[in-house]
């Protein structure tokens, strides 16, 4: 079935550095996008999110590029610390059709390791 | 609080009981939805209601998970006859509408270990 998905299960960076986090989708029905941090024990936090009618949208720190063409979603983290270690996830929403506004789908995540 | 509440937060029961889970949705989010995360997995859809009515129920694994939304507000996940394979963290998320392009708020989820 159609499902997102993420490029790598891990990754390891140093306090200040710049953090990419890749997502790939499939569904090209999808129009609406999000990046949740998920930290241990704790449910997934809301990051940003994005429509398909923009291409680049920026928040405190983060910025979320979606490219329909190659169905590719990215979230950076800027000037990254020990706090931004969680595991990541990109989730998608179909905008119209039966499954309109219901179910996000959820790729498995990456989990960002921060060192100082 | 202002965030989306979950009960308990911890669940331990033995095989073939059943289990009841609670969620206390965003005050005023009309639209709330139930997941499920097995250990180092993404979260599986199960169910969503708008208000009181569930449309979506197409993520259910089987017959003995039911859930049910009273008064717009409260919903309670229920589990008959629990299996080893249930044992899981049950997420709850809440939306302002139920439209497509609303963030969904999620609570920190029920941990349930089936014996």
């Known amino acids: 079935g159609e499902s997102v998905g993420l490029h790598l299960p891990t990754l390891s960076v140093q306090e200040g550095d710049n953090s990419i986090i890749n997502c790939a989708y499939s569904?090209?029905?999808?129009?609406?996008f999000i990046w949740y941090k998920q930290e241990s024990g704790k449910g997934p936090q809301f990051i940003i999110d994005?429509?398909?009618?923009?291409d680049k949208r920026q928040g405190q720190r983060v910025t979320v590029l979606l490219n329909k063409t190659v169905k590719h979603l990215s979230l950076q983290i800027a000037a990254t610390q020990p706090g931004d270690s969680a595991v990541y996830f990109c989730?998608?929403?179909?905008?119209?059709?039966?499954?309109?506004?219901?179910?996000?789908?959820f790729g498995k995540g990456t989990t960002l390791s921060v060192s100082s | 609080g202002a965030g989306v509440s979950q009960s308990p937060s911890n669940k331990v029961t033995e095989k073939g009981k059943d289990v009841e889970l609670r969620c206390d949705p965003i005050?005023?989010?009309?639209?709330l939805y139930w997941y499920r995360q097995s250990l180092g997995q993404g979260l599986e859809f199960l169910i969503y209601f708008q208000g009181n009515s569930a449309p979506d129920k197409s993520g259910l694994p089987s017959d003995r998970f039911s859930a049910e939304r009273t008064g717009g507000s409260v919903s309670t996940l229920t589990i008959q006859r629990t299996q080893q394979e249930d044992s899981a963290v049950y997420l709850c998320?809440?939306?302002?509408?139920?439209?497509?392009?609303?963030?969904?708020?999620f609570g920190d989820g029920t941990r349930l270990s089936i014996l």
């Open positions: 005050s005023g989010h009309t639209a």
């Open positions: 994005i429509r398909s009618n923009m």
């Open positions: 569904n090209s029905a999808s129009d609406y």
């Open positions: 989730a998608e929403n179909i905008g119209w059709g039966p499954q309109a506004g219901t179910a996000l789908i």
């Open positions: 998320a809440s939306s302002f509408t139920g439209m497509s392009n609303q963030p969904q708020h």
